[in-house]
């Protein structure tokens, strides 16, 4: 099942060169974009998009374009934006990344749909380097900064090592992490 992807960006040249380089992966449906946010939690809520690309500077609170959806919101940067707002975002995709590294990101940010339909839930590379944080002992805080993520993106990464390890304490956790080689 290809992943729902809505771009949301004010610039039309950006929208198509983006739609040109995901538009032939297999792995993306990528729907049609909006160029503006005033109708976009209508449009989250009639698309259902697994991810959105979304122009930082469009959007103030992270959370509440979020609300109590499941998808992934990650950060199209092509110009200055603070680094503490970029922390709430799953992952940061800057206009100068090569067709491989947003490709990549944008597949970081989602279980594999390989994975998924084998029902093996391998953890990602961003849920294993938090499991590694967690199994140190560090707070959801200090993960969150470390990986320069928000807390609640942390909280998500959680439940998702969670839901796929099927281990729910941080001790058990850090027996999982040990066991494959992640930590000493």
Do not use: W
């Amino acid at each position: 099942m290809k992943q729902r992807l809505l771009i949301v960006e004010p610039s039309e040249v950006i929208i198509e060169g983006l739609k040109a380089i995901l538009e032939d992966q297999i792995r993306f449906k990528v729907l049609d974009p909006i160029m503006n946010v005033d109708k976009l939690s209508e449009r989250l809520t009639s698309a259902r998009p697994d991810i959105v690309l979304i122009n930082p500077t469009l959007v103030d609170d992270i959370a509440s374009l979020r609300g109590d959806r499941s998808m992934a919101v990650v950060a199209l940067v092509y110009q200055y934006v603070e680094r503490d707002a970029l922390k709430n975002y799953d992952a940061v995709v800057e206009i100068r990344d090569s067709r491989a590294a947003i490709i990549e990101a944008l597949a970081q940010v989602l279980p594999s749909e390989a994975d998924s339909a084998k029902g093996n839930y391998e953890l990602t590379k961003r849920e294993t380097a938090v499991l590694v944080e967690l199994a140190q002992g560090k707070t959801n805080k200090e993960i969150a900064d470390a990986l320069n993520v928000s807390v609640h993106t942390v909280i998500s990464h959680r439940k998702n090592i969670t839901h796929k390890t099927g281990i729910k304490s941080v001790a058990g956790l850090t027996v999982y992490a040990m066991l494959n080689n992640l930590i000493r």
